[in-house]
């Protein structure tokens, strides 16, 4: 299921291929995080930075010299350290990323200001995404600065910085075979994961108990970590786009809405659904559902190659409102209504986004000012909501509280589309038969 020593090399080489000549690209590392005075976070590499080298430590420096003579592929990071390796788990230290990661050449990382700025010199372009990390920042220019102070004797600094990020997020939007494996494996285990937590769930139980399904699913399966923090949200708690505190008992005759999915290998999935605690859903619940099913849908009708990023979002729109004005929860004309975003007061958020080694993964939404065309090899989420606030007095009390989402992660293809989180149950006859079925 992992990447290969091949494809990193041809990530690195399609990315040089794009880089003004004779230019050099620099990319740190992620830190490591203190979560509480001596003790850290789970570290999680720059996805970046994953998604050239393959390298899972910290303290360490991509540098990337196309049509060097004598290797274009620089890694530096920590030695081995027989003492620190028995507290803090091995390292690869530099023979390691030759050998395991292909570097051509690697270097301590406490060598990296005798080196690197040697490695610049000459250069003409500097290709850095300035702003992210304003320590690395500032030691970037320290050693464009040491060039600089050296021009009279010769050196030549650089001229011009230009931003990574235009280049690799672009690269990172279209998914390689193997990354789509990787996350459809992702979706599948994901998916079962919902499916466990419908199977388990009854009155009583507390948010944070289905929480705890899904994560065992999930690392049982070889997922250790979830791609974000999982939203259990029960009841009126499912109106809260971003509910992580996960901590209320659950009652019958509520919805609950969740929100998880597990990362793989670095890649996300990122599944929501939305279910009857007692496993029925009211009447009311049922409306809504179908509704919000209906405008998942709709949105997906109109995803293939040629169309355009917002399309999905209109059409979601657009079968919401008419739904709304159908129940009676808006008044008015449907053309107004979409005019005036009156939908906005129950679905808030935009139909999706991109997916990847980030669950909010990069690309951009427009090109040229126009919404980006969909093309094969994107991924995407399609991620439809309906949330009517417990607070909210211009509609009748029946409707109150009840908070739903349907989100699902989509493959462009060259046909279409591919869901690749379909495993898990969506319909209300499917939700329902599988929750009787676990009794």
């Not at 997922?223 to 974000?228: E, V």
């Not at 209109?314 to 159908?326: D, K, M, N, Q, Y």
Request: charge should be negative; proline fraction near 4%; hydrophobic fraction near 40%.
């Amino acid at each position: 299921m992992t990447i290969t020593k091949q494809e990193f090399t041809r990530r690195r080489k399609q990315l040089m291929a794009m880089m003004e000549p004779n230019s050099i690209a620099i990319l740190p590392s992620a830190a490591e995080k203190t979560r509480s005075r001596d003790t850290e976070y789970n570290f999680r590499q720059d996805s970046d930075f994953l998604y050239l080298t393959g390298f899972n430590e910290p303290e360490a420096v991509l540098v990337l010299l196309p049509g060097r003579e004598h290797g274009e592929y620089v890694l530096f990071c920590r030695e081995r350290d027989r003492d620190k390796e028995i507290w803090n788990g091995y390292r690869a230290g530099p023979e390691g990323a030759c050998d395991k990661f292909g570097a051509d050449d690697a270097f301590p990382i406490d060598d990296i200001d005798d080196i690197l700025p040697g490695l610049i010199e000459g250069r003409e372009r500097v290709y850095y995404a300035m702003g992210k990390d304003q320590d690395f920042d500032h030691q970037v220019m320290v050693w464009i600065n040491a060039i600089r102070a050296r021009v009279r004797t010769g050196a030549i600094p650089p001229g011009e910085f230009l931003d990574l990020d235009h280049l690799l997020h672009d690269m990172r939007l279209y998914k390689s075979a193997a990354e789509i494996r990787l996350m459809q494996r992702a979706g599948d285990i994901s998916a079962a994961a919902h499916a466990r937590a419908m199977k388990i769930c009854k009155p009583g139980l507390y948010e944070y108990q289905l929480e705890a399904e899904i994560h065992h699913e999930f690392s049982f399966n070889g997922a250790r970590f979830p791609a974000y923090n999982t939203i259990v949200g029960g009841g009126a708690n499912g109106c809260i786009l971003h509910y992580v505190e996960n901590s209320d008992a659950l009652r019958d005759g509520d919805l609950v809405l969740i929100d998880a999915g597990c990362e793989l290998d670095g890649y996300a999935a990122d599944i929501t659904r939305t279910f009857p605690i007692n496993g029925r859903f009211s009447d009311e619940q049922k409306a809504l559902y179908e509704l919000t099913l209906r405008a998942q849908e709709a949105a997906l009708a109109v995803i293939a190659p040629g169309r355009h990023w917002n399309e999905p979002h209109e059409a979601s729109v657009r079968c919401i409102t008419e739904g709304l004005l159908e129940l009676g929860l808006l008044r008015g004309e449907l053309e107004q209504l979409i005019a005036d975003e009156a939908y906005k007061e129950f679905y808030m958020h935009r139909i999706g986004h991109w997916l990847g080694l980030d669950v909010h993964d990069v690309g951009d939404y427009r090109v040229g000012g126009e919404w980006r065309v969909l093309e094969p090899g994107m991924v995407m989420t399609v991620e439809p909501g309906i949330y009517v606030s417990p607070d909210n007095a211009s509609v009748e009390a029946k409707w109150r509280g009840i908070g739903i989402r349907i989100e699902d992660d989509v493959l462009i293809t060259k046909e279409g589309y591919e869901i690749l989180t379909g495993a898990v149950p969506k319909s209300v006859d499917e939700i329902e038969a599988l929750m009787a079925g676990a009794a």
